[in-house]
C-alpha cells in the first residue's frame, strides 16, 4: 500500500484521459472536415461511428472515474491507516484535493460530455443510424457502399413506378416488382403477338399485290399519330368485318390472342377501363367470354366462341 | 431511329424470306424489333449488348440455350424473374438490373407503340387495295 503507486496510481488516468479526450475530438473533427467533402450519406455514416466512439469513451471515462474514486477512497483509507497526523492530514488534503480534482475532472467530461450529445444527438434522430452505431466500425465502407446501393435502388424503383402505369398505388417493394415484372411480360408478349399479326397483314398485302412498300412507310408512320389506344384497337376491327376469308380469320384469331393477354395483364385492364369509349359492362362481357376462351383452345370451340363473342359485340 | 431501324428489318425480312412458313416469319419480325431497339438504346446498355450478341450468336448459341433453359427452371424468386425478363440479366447486380430495367420498358414500350402504328398503317392499305377491287 504505497501512497505513492497509489498516487500514480490515480493521476495515470488524469495524465491519461486528456490526452485521448483530445485525440478524440480531433479525430471527430477531422472526421467532420472529411464528412463535409464526402457528403451526406458520409455525415451520417461518420456521426454515427463517431457516437458508437463516444458510447465507449463515456463508459471508459465512467470507468475511469469510478477508479479515480475508487483510488480516491484508497488514499484516504490507507491515509486513515496512518499514524502520522501531519502526513495524513497532508495526504487528505492531497486526497480531497484530489477527489476536487476528480469531481472536477468529472464536471469537464460531463461538460464534454454533455457538448457531444449536442452534436451526436442530431443524427440518432434517424432510425438506421442506431443500427449502423451498434454495428461498430469495422462495417464501415462495407455499410457506406450498401447505403448507396440502397438509396439507388430505391430511387430506380421510384421511377419504374411512374413508368409503369397503375403502379403508384402499390405498396411494398415486392408488390411493385411483380407489377414491374408483369407489365414487362405483356409488352413482350405484346410485341410478340404484333409481330405476328405484322407478319399476316404482310402475308394479306403480299397475296393482294407484291413487294412491301418500305420506302412510302418511312415517311408516313414518321407522321402518324403514335397510337396509345393499346386494347381498343382489336374491338375497333370487329366492327369492320370484311369477308370471312381464312386470312381475315386468322387475323381475327390473333387479335384475340393479343387481347388475351392484354386483359390478362391488370395494368391494361385498367387502361382499357379508364378509355371509356365503350361501355365498361361491355368490356367485361367480352373479357368474360375471352377468359373461357383461354380454356378452351382447340380450334373448332375457339370459332365457336368467337361466334359468341361477335354476338355480344354486334 | 428505332422505327428507321425497325422498317429496314421488316423490308430486309420481305426481301430475303419471302416464302418460309408463318411462325419463323413471325419470329423473324420478333427478332427484328428486339434488335431494332437494341440498335436505337445507348451500347453502353447492357440489355443492348445482350440483345446484339445474341443476335451474332444466334445459330451457334441455339444448343447452349437450350441447356441454359434447364437451368434456369430452378429458381423463381421475382428477383431472378426480372433477370430473366430483362435480356443480359443473368450476369448484373440487383442495382444495375434496375436500371436496364427502366430503361428496357421505355424502349419496349416505344417499340409496342412503332409496331401498332405500323399495322394500323398496313391494315388501312389493305382495306383500301379491298375497296380498289
Redesign the interface.
Known amino acids: 500500500m504505497d501512497p505513492s503507486s497509489l498516487i500514480s496510481h490515480s493521476t495515470l488516468p488524469e495524465i491519461w484521459h486528456f490526452p485521448m479526450a483530445r485525440g478524440i475530438r480531433e479525430t471527430a473533427s477531422g472526421m467532420g472536415h472529411r464528412d463535409v467533402s464526402a457528403g451526406e450519406s458520409t455525415v451520417t455514416e461518420q456521426s454515427g461511428s463517431l457516437w458508437s466512439r463516444k458510447k465507449r469513451r463515456d463508459s471508459g471515462l465512467s470507468s475511469a472515474a469510478a477508479s479515480e474514486d475508487e483510488s480516491s477512497k484508497f488514499l484516504s483509507n490507507s491515509s486513515g491507516g496512518n499514524d502520522l497526523d501531519d502526513s495524513e492530514a497532508l495526504r487528505l488534503k492531497e486526497g480531497k484535493s484530489r477527489g476536487e480534482n476528480g469531481e472536477w475532472k468529472a464536471d469537464v467530461e460531463a461538460s464534454s460530455t454533455g457538448k457531444k450529445p449536442d452534436q451526436t444527438l442530431e443524427p440518432p434522430k434517424q432510425d438506421y443510424i442506431h443500427v449502423r452505431a451498434r454495428r461498430g466500425q469495422a462495417t464501415d465502407s462495407h455499410s457506406l457502399a450498401e447505403r448507396a446501393?440502397r438509396e439507388?435502388?430505391s430511387e430506380?424503383?421510384k421511377?419504374?413506378q411512374d413508368?409503369?402505369p397503375g403502379c403508384n398505388k402499390v405498396i411494398g417493394k415486392?408488390a411493385v416488382?411483380?407489377e414491374?415484372?408483369n407489365?414487362?411480360?405483356a409488352?413482350?408478349r405484346?410485341?410478340?403477338l404484333?409481330?405476328?399479326?405484322?407478319?399476316?397483314?404482310?402475308?394479306?398485302?403480299?397475296a393482294?399485290?407484291e413487294?412491301?412498300p418500305?420506302k412510302d412507310?418511312?415517311a408516313?408512320?414518321?407522321h402518324?399519330?403514335?397510337?396509345?389506344r393499346?386494347p381498343s384497337?382489336p374491338t375497333r376491327?370487329y366492327e369492320?368485318e370484311?369477308g370471312s376469308t381464312t386470312e381475315w380469320l386468322h387475323m381475327q384469331l390473333l387479335n384475340l390472342s393479343e387481347f388475351i393477354a392484354l386483359l390478362a395483364s391488370p395494368c391494361f385492364f385498367c387502361s382499357k377501363t379508364s378509355n371509356k369509349e365503350k361501355g365498361i359492362d361491355h368490356n367485361l362481357a367480352i373479357y368474360e367470354s375471352f377468359y373461357e376462351l383461354r380454356i378452351f383452345r382447340s380450334n373448332s370451340r375457339l370459332l365457336i366462341k368467337y361466334n359468341k363473342i361477335l354476338l355480344i359485340i354486334n | 431511329m428505332q422505327?428507321?431501324h425497325f422498317?429496314?428489318s421488316?423490308?430486309h425480312i420481305?426481301?430475303t424470306t419471302?416464302s418460309s412458313p408463318?411462325h419463323r416469319?413471325?419470329?423473324a419480325?420478333?427478332r427484328?424489333?428486339?434488335v431494332s431497339m437494341a440498335r436505337a438504346a445507348s451500347p453502353r446498355r447492357m440489355w443492348t449488348r445482350a440483345i446484339l450478341s445474341r443476335l451474332q450468336l444466334h445459330r451457334r448459341a441455339r444448343l447452349l440455350r437450350r441447356q441454359r433453359s434447364y437451368k434456369k427452371k430452378a429458381i423463381s424468386t421475382?428477383?431472378d424473374?426480372?433477370r430473366r425478363?430483362?435480356p443480359g440479366g443473368e450476369e448484373m447486380d440487383?442495382?444495375r438490373l434496375?436500371?436496364e430495367?427502366?430503361d428496357?420498358?421505355?424502349f419496349?414500350?416505344k417499340?409496342?407503340?412503332?409496331?401498332?402504328?405500323?399495322?394500323?398503317?398496313?391494315?388501312a392499305?389493305?382495306?383500301k387495295?379491298?375497296e380498289k377491287?
Do not use: W
Request: some cysteine.
Open positions: 446501393r439507388k435502388i430506380r424503383m421511377i419504374l413508368l409503369v415486392a416488382l411483380d414491374i415484372i407489365y414487362i411480360q409488352l413482350q405484346q410485341v410478340e404484333l409481330s405476328m399479326k405484322l407478319e399476316a397483314v404482310n402475308s394479306r398485302i403480299n393482294g399485290m413487294g412491301f418500305p412507310f418511312g408516313q408512320t414518321y402518324a399519330p403514335s397510337s396509345l393499346f384497337q376491327e369492320h370484311q | 422505327t428507321y422498317l429496314r421488316l423490308a420481305n426481301l419471302p408463318l416469319r413471325s419470329r419480325i420478333r427484328a424489333a428486339y421475382p428477383h424473374k426480372l425478363l430483362v440487383f442495382c434496375l436500371e430495367t427502366v428496357y420498358a421505355e419496349l414500350s417499340q409496342v407503340r412503332i409496331m401498332e402504328s405500323v399495322v394500323d398503317f398496313m391494315e392499305e389493305c382495306k387495295k379491298e377491287v
